[in-house]
């Protein structure tokens, strides 16, 4: 029962800010800039290249030109903080930002509020209610999502009253992080066999080659039956670490869909799921709402979960699969 009592909360809470919670943004002041910046947690790879692609392909099909700056390493907090800085400066016609950190970030948003630029997040919000709309995945319901592959990959397994421990690896303690963790481990205590158990210890990765690294070492551990990466990092290392250990009997979820990922998918000799968000659509849709919030003519919802696929061996090659994880 306090299980699902803290999840009906935080889904209350959710579904209040997502339907009830509209930004009328329908006042006569305007912006004349042609620009849109837009702040990601890192450049490039498999998740964050989606998103950018997303947001240039909205920005240009409207007219705006798109300004994409983002970190090398999404520890460096203080410097995201200095691009917000500077974005404010440069007046755009809207800032597009996904905080690396909800907690030390709140303050960057709040800057942005007061200088009266249009703010959008995405992937992940910040700890106050300063940005105008905001494009996330809902982490608690991703997480839960995760934990329910582990439990039935874990039974496919033949793992059933058979002693074992799951391995957390996290990676920087953003508020999607925390979601994420908080709805798996406990839905999967909940509704998990008695013998298994999660690992107390909640191993961090800022990047793939640590959490390779401290991947390598759990899966020294013969009582390891299962791994979750709560983000793309992460899961990457996990699925190195995995595939250079050669145990292949290890129940792996993940998050995204790097290469590393996909291809132990596609190989059903390891059982191995992931799951996917939709960030082609954030960044998109957090555009297209950014320009619009500048024009005094965004109608929509403060908060929209952008959803996510649970993706496995069984359903990768699925035409509704691909438009996701291929968009």
Not at 99 to 126: H, M, N, R, W
């Amino acid at each position: 029962m306090k299980l699902v009592k803290k999840l009906s909360v935080l889904l209350l809470v959710f579904a209040l800010v997502a339907c009830g919670g509209t930004t009328d943004n329908g006042g006569d002041d305007t912006n004349d800039s042609k620009e849109v910046y837009i702040l990601l947690k890192t450049l490039g790879g498999a998740y964050w290249s989606v998103v950018e692609q997303g947001a240039r392909d909205a920005a240009e099909e409207l007219g705006y030109t798109p300004v994409v700056i983002g970190l090398a390493n999404e520890t460096e907090i203080e410097k995201q903080a200095n691009q917000v800085d500077d974005a404010i400066a440069a007046n755009p016609a809207a800032i597009i930002f996904a905080p690396a950190d909800s907690q030390a970030l709140a303050g960057a948003a709040t800057k942005v509020k007061e200088a009266g630029i249009p703010l959008v997040l995405v992937d992940t919000l910040v700890a106050n209610d300063d940005y105008d709309a905001a494009y996330v995945t809902n982490n608690v319901n991703a997480g839960e999502e995760a934990a329910k592959a582990m439990i039935e990959s874990l039974k496919a397994q033949g793992m059933e009253g058979k002693t074992g421990t799951i391995v957390l690896q996290k990676g920087a303690d953003s508020q999607t992080i925390i979601d994420r963790q908080s709805g798996f481990t406990e839905y999967f205590n909940a509704n998990k066999d008695a013998a298994w158990s999660i690992d107390s210890l909640f191993l961090i990765a800022a990047d793939a080659e640590v959490a390779f690294n401290q991947g390598q070492t759990a899966l020294g551990d013969k009582n390891v039956i299962g791994v979750f990466g709560t983000n793309n990092g992460p899961s990457v290392g996990w699925a190195r670490a995995i595939e250079e250990s050669g145990r292949k009997e290890v129940v792996a979820v993940t998050f995204d869909y790097s290469p590393e990922v996909a291809k132990l998918i596609q190989d059903d000799s390891y059982s191995v799921t992931t799951i996917v968000q939709r960030q082609y659509y954030m960044g998109y849709e957090g555009v297209k709402a950014g320009i619009a919030l500048s024009k005094g003519e965004y109608k929509g919802d403060k908060l929209n979960d952008t959803g996510t696929l649970a993706v496995n061996n069984s359903n990768v090659n699925d035409e509704d699969v691909q438009a996701v994880t291929n968009p």
